[in-house]
């Protein structure tokens, strides 16, 4: 009989929980942990060292000898330095295990290694990781043994923050400083503080392993970068919800208890739209700690997957022809105490604050569109936006049909009297409930949709970090309440004056409103008419950072330096050419060693079988058709990859920028492109028992 899961008992194991740290720390250390964060400040060094004693010996108990600053830089994963506990012996040759609480809030981590963007000079190597007191330290089963992770941000030794996580941090700060003064205008003076939260739901695919290890273009860049599409897709819709495969299940309930151990809120799991792509999604926490929690996620996803015989695959699109995955990024903003700011209530025609605070999302969502889009923008997004089968690149806001209706009232007449209700679903049997619907549909084509009391960035990338969209969301907000404040503040009639501000945003902003079909080319057109941007690449987004508008928006806040988005520039076109330079030199070496090899190797069977024929005496039209097809395609290919050749070979020469990144977008990709055409017919073609490596069917259909 299997060992049954008690979910109440493993919950948060491997954390150190404020639960945890409450009842081993001292009373007066322990209000100090509470006062930080809940305040800010810093501790002092005294309780610092009882936190850190209380740690340590926690982390010991679990079966810990090293401890890591988890940190999480502009890689777009994890990175961690393990150091033990150990000390000098004592006199007595016996080894101590010690940490202090210097040790627990800073740690120093070679900088120069990692990317900077030119805010570091390669021979300046110190940076530090300072400790996130608000987001738990955790232990990481794996087979170095237990590691005591202590998530961190990571800055230079000049100050600039060279991670994802400090800019989030900051722009949390904002939103709340700002958010406050408009919750304050409207009564509720006992808010101390605004949360942002965030759900992120993540979607992955999971193919063999053995299979996956014969393909280099997996191994290399993590998607397939040849392959003709199998006879069956996804057009029946049957894999989506549909029953999980055992294979699966196993791999799932297994993935849950590791995460339910490090505290992660696993909540959801289903089979994907695309034959072998799943998804799963936690119930909302703190933007900071759901940043951290979805890399936990990711890389939990991979260790399992490989004690399975299975390889996850997060790039958004690993196969051509199927659904790409995303991360359905869902975000709300809470005060501390209890009060959701995007809940409309069930007369939202009435709910002046919930109003502003709408007015004021339509503002920044519409004024920051360029910065929305590149906050989502990586090089495996770009095969995915906009495809059908996710959100376009074109910003927009889906409001639904009671929303919209209300905001036309408010911007026809400047009153809003009446509001649409969901009414109730019948479903004409007798034996079913009736009960009440929602008053708007739900619309998976818009980037950015109100969902209820929340608002869904559906553009981000699945293999990408929530941190730079939270960033950004948080950043803009917080810079459409504070402008909202400053006139607020001022006014000698206030009712009168936030009627007037909600007419006057939802007037000036609306525009970003679009309830219909996003993937339709009547958008596109209509998107245009309206001036909204279409940044169709992450190349196109870069230059959006350093605008003066967005320096101006950061800097205001404290959120990024102008010195430290002109490095997330550099840091930006640099990840994109060395990404696709990966990925054309990949193709170059599978289509000139493996399919071109196997490909001749064919053509001499097919003509030998030709000649043999033809002595027989017999008709050979059909071989010898095959053959000319084959051959045909084959010296396609061969002129394809020679172009490729030359293209990557004069992108490598060119100086690391802008200039480089556009030119790998332009032409290497269209070369890589040109490559895959003949490949993925001869693939059609030839006999599957040469082909050199898994084919779609191989892959997504045998798991």
């Known amino acids: 009989m299997k060992e049954l899961i008690n979910v109440e008992n493993i919950f948060a194991e491997n954390v150190f929980t404020m639960g945890k740290m409450k009842a081993r720390l001292p009373k007066s250390a322990y209000k100090e942990v509470v006062r930080v964060m809940e305040q800010g400040g810093e501790l002092s060094l005294a309780t610092a060292d009882i936190i850190a004693k209380a740690m340590k010996d926690w982390a010991v108990e679990k079966g810990a000898t090293h401890y890591s600053h988890w940190f999480q830089p502009l890689t777009g994963i994890t990175a961690e330095k393990h150091d033990s506990f150990i000390t000098h012996p004592d006199e007595d040759g016996k080894m101590i295990m010690e940490f202090s609480g210097k040790e627990l809030i800073k740690g120093e981590p070679d900088a120069s290694s990692f990317p900077s963007g030119g805010l570091r000079a390669t021979f300046e190597a110190r940076g530090y990781t300072a400790w996130d007191i608000t987001s738990p330290a955790f232990i990481k089963e794996a087979a170095t043994g237990p590691i005591l992770c202590i998530p961190t941000a990571f800055c230079s030794y000049t100050g600039e923050a060279l ?126 700690i759901a940043a951290d929690h979805n890399q936990i996620v990711m890389e939990t996803m991979k260790r399992v997957a490989a004690k399975h015989g299975l390889r996850c695959l997060l790039h958004e699109k690993p196969f051509e022809g199927v659904n790409g995955s995303g991360k359905h990024n869902n975000w709300s903003i809470n005060t501390d105490n209890g009060y959701n700011l995007l809940d409309p209530g069930d007369t939202p025609n009435e709910n002046i604050q919930f109003l502003l605070i709408l007015a004021c999302i339509m503002k920044a969502v519409d004024t920051h569109a360029d910065l929305l889009r590149q906050s989502a923008s990586d090089v495996g997004n770009d095969l995915r936006l906009g495809a059908d089968e996710a959100p376009p690149a074109i910003i927009s806001i889906f409001l639904g049909e009671q929303l919209e209706d209300v905001v036309k009232q408010l911007v026809e007449t400047g009153v809003a009297e009446t509001c649409i209700e969901g009414g109730v679903m019948k479903t004409g049997v007798s034996t079913l409930p009736d009960f009440e619907k929602d008053a708007t549909d739900r619309n998976r084509t818009s980037p950015f949709a109100f969902t209820g009391n929340k608002f869904e960035f559906r553009m981000v990338g699945s293999e990408d970090s929530i941190g730079s969209p939270n960033t950004t969301l948080n950043a803009i907000v917080a810079e459409a309440f504070c402008e909202a404040a400053d006139r607020l503040e001022k006014a000698e009639n206030f009712d009168k004056a936030v009627h007037d501000l909600i007419k006057e945003y939802m007037t000036k902003h609306q525009r970003i409103i679009f309830n219909g079909n996003g993937y339709s080319e009547e958008w596109v057109e209509e998107a245009a008419r309206r001036g909204l941007p279409n940044i169709a690449t992450m190349v196109e987004a870069v230059d959006t950072l350093t605008t003066d508008k967005a320096v101006k928006l950061f800097e205001r806040f404290g959120i990024f330096t102008k010195a430290e988005l002109e490095s997330r520039v550099e ?96 032409e290497v990709k269209t070369a890589m492109d040109a490559l895959r055409v003949p490949a993925d017919k001869l693939e059609v073609l030839v006999d599957k028992r040469v082909w050199p490596f898994p084919t779609y069917a191989d892959l997504i259909f045998e798991v």
């Open 163 to 288: 991670d994802k996580k400090t800019p989030l941090l900051r722009s949390m700060e904002a939103l709340s400083v700002q958010a406050l003064r408009i919750v304050h205008l409207f009564g509720n003076t006992e808010a101390a503080k605004v949360i942002a939260s965030v759900g992120a739901e993540q979607e992955y695919f999971l193919v063999d392993q053995k299979k996956a290890q014969l393909r280099e273009d997996i191994i290399f860049s993590g998607r397939t970068l040849f392959g003709a599409p199998a006879p069956k897709g996804q057009e029946m819709d049957d894999h989506y919800f549909g029953v999980i495969r055992e294979r699966i299940g196993g791999y799932m309930k297994e993935l849950n208890e590791e995460l339910w151990k490090l505290g992660v809120t696993a909540k959801t799991q289903h089979n994907e739209a695309a034959p072998a792509q799943h998804e799963l999604a936690p119930i909302y926490e703190t933007a900071n």
């Open 571 to 666: 840091i930006l076109y640099e990840t994109y050419a060395k990404t696709i330079n990966i990925e054309a030199l990949t193709m170059i070496d599978m289509a000139s060693k493996q399919i071109i090899p196997a490909v001749i190797s064919y053509t001499k069977e097919l003509a030998e079988t030709v000649v043999m024929v033809m002595k027989a005496g017999l008709e050979a039209s059909v071989q010898r058709e095959l053959l000319e097809k084959v051959n045909g395609h084959l010296k396609e290919m061969q002129d394809a990859l020679m172009k490729l050749q030359q293209a990557e070979a004069k992108a490598r020469a060119m100086k690391p920028g802008k200039e480089q990144a556009f030119f790998y977008k332009d």
